[in-house]
């Protein structure tokens, strides 16, 4: 519990010093601390409502006083020309310390925040052991087994489920334990058997690793494709997994200035059909590797196929098909995989803003295979996870994901 020993306002009236009993110091910026008050006038207890006038409040905002309450457990300071009479703004302590923005508080919270890095140092991958849980487990909407369905889709980035019902939309039954359906121009629900298609996914070939949707601005965050019909005489068509946060920082440690080219020089995706039976102009451009503003790799992008020439400045050509191919052989290496091929009734569940899947061509000898997918946003994940972690009262903190944001 964070207590306050005492504050004090900075000879310029701009900063609040604030002084912890455990002997930790913070400060916090005049305006920061009033656009953030928690009183009942300027924090309605109602979501979405921003009540703070800032054009009120004087251009130069100035502390006149600051003070703890008799309790301890709250800030409260008052400002010249504030235009609420009588105001104090109020902060309780846990917040304030909860929010402190010192050098070594904000590396911490970003820290505990990057699951994707703890998990790649802390584990060692190359048993490429599948997460695998039972339909069982959360056939029954127990908090418990969606809560270590969601724990692995966070950590590791994906997991099966086996023995989900052959039946057909089972796969939307499952997604929307966690989230609501991200729909895409293939719909709710997309069907993946091989056809006469223009899309490669939609025929019996091999797919190399991608990352789905590539060529719009907010690829699908949560993937799901579940088995209702694999049958035994198909051979081939095995699923491939590789982790692209692992391959990129294996290229940041033995490829640094490839790494560096991959966050500076943009990848181009297109897909453009303007006389089919669907025309369709996606086209966007992006990085490879999206650092943020605390240099975190907070979004990661790859599809070979949606590659459309690049549209960079003439020096950087060279160095940036040197860093691609790179980082595409660290991708290819065998021991970055994982493989396996699925069973009727397997549903298989990843981050596609983290996760490369790719899958062996195939022959269907007679049979069938055919997967049913789906997607939910990334946000939905990422708030399943911590709302199911506060109703079974576990402690967790809010997971980076790969939204392109540490937060
Ligand atoms: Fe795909
Ligand atoms: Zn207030
Ligand atoms: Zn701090």
């Known amino acids: ?92 302590a846990s917040w304030l310390r909860a929010k402190c923005y010192c050098a070594g508080c904000l590396e911490t919270k970003i820290n505990q925040r990057d699951v994707i890095s703890r998990y790649l140092k802390n584990n060692n991958r190359k048993m490429r052991e599948i997460p695998t849980m039972d339909y069982q487990e959360i056939a029954d909407d127990s908090n418990q087994g969606l809560f270590k369905l969601v724990n692995n889709l966070v950590e590791i980035g994906f997991c099966r489920i086996k023995k989900v019902p052959s039946e057909s939309g089972m796969v939307l039954k499952v997604a929307r334990k966690i989230g609501c359906i991200e729909s895409t121009s293939y719909g709710e629900m997309f069907q993946v058997y091989a056809r006469d298609s223009e899309n490669a996914a939609y025929t019996n070939q091999k797919l190399p690793f991608h990352q789905d949707q590539q060529t719009h601005e907010c690829s ?11 049958d035994d005489c198909v051979t081939g068509g095995e699923s491939l997994f590789a982790d692209l946060y692992e391959a990129i920082e294996i290229l940041r440690k033995e490829s640094p200035q490839h790494f560096k080219t991959l966050t500076e020089v943009p990848v181009l995706y297109d897909t453009v059909d303007l006389d089919g039976i669907s025309p369709r102009f996606f086209e966007c451009q992006k990085y490879h590797i999206h650092l943020d503003y605390f240099g975190k790799i907070v979004e990661v992008n790859w599809h070979l196929g949606f590659n459309a020439a690049p549209q960079v400045h003439e020096k950087d050509v060279d160095r940036y098909y040197a860093a691609h191919r790179a980082l595409l052989k660290i991708i290819r290496r065998p021991e970055m995989q994982y493989r396996f091929k699925m069973d009727c009734g397997d549903l298989i569940i990843f981050n596609n803003r983290r996760m490369l899947h790719a899958r062996e061509a195939y022959e269907a000898n007679g049979g069938i295979r055919h997967l049913q997918g789906t997607y939910i946003k990334l946000d939905e994940m990422k708030s399943k996870y911590v709302t199911l972690a506060h109703q079974l009262n576990i402690s967790v903190v809010p997971p980076k994901v790969g939204n392109r944001s540490s937060f």
């Open 1 to 92: 519990m964070a207590e306050i020993k005492s504050v004090q306002i900075t000879s310029d009236k701009n900063i609040c010093e604030v002084l912890w009993k455990d002997g930790h110091e913070s400060r916090f910026h005049a305006r920061w601390l009033r656009y953030n008050c928690k009183c009942n006038k300027c924090k309605p207890p109602f979501s979405g409502v921003y009540t703070v006038d800032e054009l009120q409040l004087p251009e130069v905002l100035n502390i006149s006083e600051a003070h703890i309450s008799r309790d301890g457990t709250e800030l409260r300071a008052s400002y010249d020309g504030d235009y609420l009479p009588e105001h104090e703004s109020r902060h309780r």
């Open 220 to 230: 699908p965050g949560v993937q799901l494709l579940h088995a209702i019909r694999f």
